[in-house]
């Protein structure tokens, strides 16, 4: 079983949708958890961290489960540019090495 | 650009060749870390440092993989006797190094084709 497991898509919306992305990681030992974009052929970015309270920046809110081990992220009003792949990543035991999805491709149409 | 540099961004090479590619992290980040990323995965760890010292490798770094940070500053990841397998694209990130959870920032990459 992968450590993180993501729906890899692709998410094919609408511009102006909302999406939800789903993630789930098996170690309970887990520390910290983020989301990552990743552009076509580029490095991966941080989105935001997740907090186990919920957080929101602006579109984007990200919500965490510690019992469930389950992270998601909520995209309102998607924009064209938005089109990249959700990274979900979760960090072990405060090790500072980082726990990658496979990712979930978004694609927004006009 | 004070952003991750990597050098070389494209290597090609015949399998059983060497390899060696090149990270200078952002200036004054302590921690400088190695991942690969092949497609339609996600970047998989690989090894840490934290300043000169590497404090921990991924058992996907077999004994024909070896990384250096001699100085603290920029980093090099060998590859010896290379295999279409090795093909992939080899991600470096750096953080400050000052706090538990801190944000990595990543490199362009090296995308290496084995031949």
């Known amino acids: 079983r992968k450590e993180v497991e993501q729906d890899p898509g692709p998410f094919n919306v609408p511009e102006g949708a909302t999406v939800a992305f789903n993630c789930t990681y098996s170690?309970?030992?887990?520390?910290?958890f983020f989301w990552y974009r990743q552009d076509c052929r580029k490095e991966p970015k941080l989105l935001m961290s997740?907090?186990?309270s919920g957080n929101e920046d602006g579109r984007f809110t990200a919500q965490l489960n510690r019992a469930s081990q389950y992270i998601s992220l909520l995209i309102r009003d998607s924009k064209l540019s938005d089109s990249a792949t959700y990274l979900c990543?979760?960090?072990?035991?405060?090790?500072?090495?980082?726990?990658f999805g496979s990712g979930t491709r978004l694609l927004v149409r006009p | 650009d004070t952003g991750v540099s990597q050098d070389p961004r494209h290597k090609i090479t015949k399998r059983g060749q060497n390899v060696t590619f090149r990270c200078d992290p952002i200036?004054?980040?302590?921690?400088l870390y190695w991942y690969r990323q092949t497609l339609g995965q996600g970047p998989e760890f690989l090894t840490y440092?934290?300043?000169?010292?590497?404090?921990?490798k991924s058992r996907l770094l077999s004994d024909r993989f070896s990384a250096e940070r001699p100085k603290g500053s920029f980093s090099t990841l060998e590859i010896q006797r290379t295999e279409q397998g090795d093909s992939a694209m080899y991600l470096c990130?750096?953080?400050?190094?000052?706090?538990?959870?801190?944000?990595?920032?990543f490199g362009p990459g090296t995308r290496l084709t084995v031949t």
């Open positions: 990130a750096s953080s400050r190094g000052v706090g538990a959870t801190e944000e990595q920032y």
């Open positions: 170690n309970s030992a887990s520390q910290s």
């Open positions: 997740v907090y186990s």
């Open positions: 990543v979760v960090e072990m035991d405060s090790s500072y090495k980082l726990i």
């Open positions: 200036s004054e980040h302590n921690r």
């Open positions: 440092f934290q300043n000169e010292a590497q404090l921990e």
